[in-house]
């Protein structure tokens, strides 16, 4: 592994699990975003929108919902889109199965609906008979009969009959016609069945029998019906989900400075701006193991105007508007030069070198030097003296013991450790 490689994975870990705490390193690096309420990272990324307490919204099967960044120490919301997974469907129909007691919110009973599915307390989960309809005729092969209350029923009863080679096929016309296929009569007196009921093997019935649905038929019927994507804020279960979209954001980090790139003579566009504001963009880096890990690139951002933006910019598609194509990206720390971080200062000012010599302003000044005292100056304290009686006398003589030290005592001090200090600059020189 490089170098560059090695300092790549420490800065991914170590930033990312500070969570852009220092977004001031000036090289782009891999950071963690907390994952919206209800999102579970695992070997299935799941979401539950119950979890997050709140509704979700959804459009064309993703799941709006916002992460969030510490930037800068303040915290970032980025909006993020979590699509649904390709078998979200399945896993919503075996969890109402399982869960009739949510059968009664808006989506989830117009999708019951359309897979014509029902709910009996008692017998649990129901689904019609597929069961014939009678038109109100009944059908035979012959006007002998037998009769059937379908002609499906009357057609049925030669299955098997082969004449020329071929199996017979049934038609509603009295006529022969070709021999290979067999004529089913009908006539309405006598019919068995009203019209609109349903056949049985027991008989007709005006209304259509129920019978009990297993949880594979449940699920492989009610997918065939489209989910509603409006379904997940009523569903409190975890439903798989996609690596989430992070829609990528540029977050100011400082307010703007002058641009020592700019060009006042050219026009104003694109990156020919007067100032620049540093900040960080935000890219979501579709890592299905690590779902919200995004890059952040920090970069300085062109402006017209020293006071910039204080609120993170959402970066649109290339091409467009806000696309921050003429972002300039710090690759290293150290990229910009003195001037360019401090374009105001006396050493980075432009110097108008087109003067005569005459211009040029001329002063004379008078210069003095005096001596130093190498061991310093300073005075003695004053003398101590005490009243006694009518007599005024000196208690402490400070003259004598003061002269004594600054003499003799204190240049010896300093040369001692003169001595000291050369004492360790020769040991720490030694290889």
Known sequence: MTNAKFYRNLICAGLGALALGYVPLSHAFYAQASAPAGFTAGAINTYNAAKAGVTASVELGRIAANASLNVGGRAVNIATKIPLAA????????????????????????????????????????????????DGMQYATSYAGPWYPTFEGACSSRNGVIRAGQPLRCWRSTNPGDPVEYPIVSQSAGASCPKGWYVTSAGCVQTQPMQPVTQERFVDRLVLN???????????????????YIEPL??????????????????????NQPYTQPGVKIEGANDAKNPFQVNVQPSDRPTATPQGSTNPQPITPPGTEGDGSTDKPKEDKDERDLCEK?????????????????????AEKTVRYAPENPFGGGSCPADQYAKIGTQQMKVIDWTQDCMFIRDYVRPIAFAITALIVAGILAGALKP
Not at 118 to 124: L, N, R
Not at 226 to 244: A, C, H, K, Q
Not at 251 to 257: D, F, I, L, N
């Open 250 to 271: 540029f977050v100011p980090t400082g307010a703007p400075v002058k641009n020592p790139n700019y060009d006042a003579t050219k026009p104003q566009t694109g990156a």
């Open 87 to 134: 078998n979200a469907a399945r896993i919503a129909a075996a969890a109402i199965y399982l869960h009739p007691g949510v059968r009664t919110a808006v989506t989830v009973a117009a999708w019951l609906g359309a897979g014509k599915f029902f709910y009996d307390v008692s017998k649990g989960w129901l689904e019609h008979q597929d069961l014939p309809v009678s």
């Open 342 to 362: 401090n374009p105001d200062i006396l050493a980075c000012q432009k110097v108008d070198t087109e003067v005569e010599d005459s211009e040029i302003p001329k």
């Open 226 to 244: 489209p989910m509603s994507p409006n379904i997940v804020p009523e569903l409190p279960f975890d439903l798989p989900v996609d690596v989430p």
